[in-house]
């Protein structure tokens, strides 16, 4: 499991017991040094693996707009957030997992091949050592794999899905999923039989390493509990 984070809710401390990873923001749609800096001394504290998630630089729209901005300027803005948050890393002994697009930004690359390429461009110096989070069946994970990226399929364990895979529209009353129940049998469905159900209750293929539970979902806590205590009933097994 893995969770957005240093977005400005505060719950780290709850969650981080819980989950296995984390995608910190670093400061193109949240977070600044200061923040970042906490959430990873409390990822180091509870041994959780530490992701990059840079955005658009859009603060005002928190990265959930898509922008119309020049190539070297999204290429450099990518770049700066990732190596704020590599300093504070190293500077407690700590390397970078893994990297992951926020907001329109993911959602954006996912269909865009253009942009997935930027991203990879822009990302490039951390090739080596450094799993990218993608969906499945998505333009930036094509392309990652073209270039020799590692990489990990991410689902969302707290939104539901359109049949393309897209994620349902946040203005859409359906857009999450609350219910730790709800939460596990989405999972559960998605790791036995590669399946998801969209939201006009088809079911279409897809394959996940990774469950993202969004820690701005009001209720992240609740979920994340929940499944601790049900996933290992499931005779199934989710890596990390």
């Not at 200061?34 to 959430?39: K, L, P």
């Not at 990652?144 to 203005?171: C, G, M, P, Q, W």
């Amino acid at each position: 499991m893995n969770c957005d984070v240093g977005e400005g809710v505060g719950n780290e401390a709850q969650l981080f017991p819980l989950i296995s990873s984390c995608n910190i923001a670093c400061g193109g749609h949240a977070g600044d040094a200061s923040s970042m800096q906490r959430v990873v001394r409390l990822a180091k504290k509870f041994n959780v693996k530490v992701g990059a998630h840079p955005s658009y630089p859009d603060i005002k729209n928190f990265g959930r707009a898509a922008m119309d901005i020049p190539s070297e300027v999204l290429i450099q803005s990518i770049q700066e957030q990732i190596a704020a948050l590599v300093c504070i890393l190293g500077k407690e002994n700590i390397r970078l997992h893994h990297i992951k697009a926020h907001g329109a930004l993911y959602n954006t690359i996912a269909k865009n091949a253009e942009l997935a390429e930027l991203f990879l461009i822009a990302v490039a110096e951390y090739k080596k050592n450094t799993l990218i989070y993608v969906p499945y069946g998505s333009e930036i994970g094509r392309k990652a794999k073209e270039h020799d990226f590692s990489i990990a399929y991410e689902a969302f364990a707290d939104r539901n899905y359109n049949t393309d895979l897209s994620l349902v529209s946040r203005s859409h009353p359906q857009a999450l999923i609350e219910s730790p129940e709800a939460v596990l049998k989405h999972i559960v469905r998605i790791v036995k039989h590669q399946k998801v159900r969209t939201l006009t209750d088809n079911t279409v293929k897809i394959l996940a390493e990774t469950f993202c539970i969004h820690s701005d979902t009001p209720s992240a806590f609740e979920i994340v509990s929940y499944l601790s205590k049900e996933l290992p009933n499931q005779s199934i097994r989710i890596k990390k």
